[in-house]
Nanobody, 124 residues
């Protein structure tokens, strides 16, 4: 079991920045990659970014490249999502996820463990 706790969400004006954190605990040695997903009201949960735990390879949704950046601190078992130039359409609940199985980093069904989510609201 891997437990994850997100933090850092909140209300920000358009054009502003936020940094989300996700602290993992438990069987973190089994984790292959961690990712961020988001879900807006009435929409499907969508992939935002992912990072492999050992090599640090990163993956992004095409529409978010250049504005969002994922990073990790292995010593702290923590993954971060830096979000810049935020837009109202970025408003969503952001979820941290971890996976220990093989497969695509982009597919939410490949992730075994999920955090409780943190709300990000961008005002216009």
């Amino acid at each position: 079991q891997v437990d994850m706790v997100e933090s850092g969400g909140g209300l920000v004006q358009a054009g502003g920045s936020l940094r989300l954190s996700c602290a993992a605990s438990g069987r973190t040695f089994s984790v292959y990659a961690m990712g961020w997903f988001r879900q807006a009201p009435g929409k499907e949960r969508e992939f935002v970014a992912a990072i492999t735990w050992s090599g640090g390879s990163t993956y992004y949704a095409d529409s978010l490249k250049g504005r969002f950046a994922i990073s990790r601190d292995n010593a702290k078992n923590t993954v971060y999502l830096q979000m810049n130039s935020l837009r109202p359409e970025d408003t969503a609940v952001y979820y941290c996820a971890a996976r220990s199985r093989s497969g695509s980093n982009y597919n939410r069904y490949n992730y075994d463990y999920w955090g409780q989510g943190t709300q990000v609201t961008v005002s216009s």
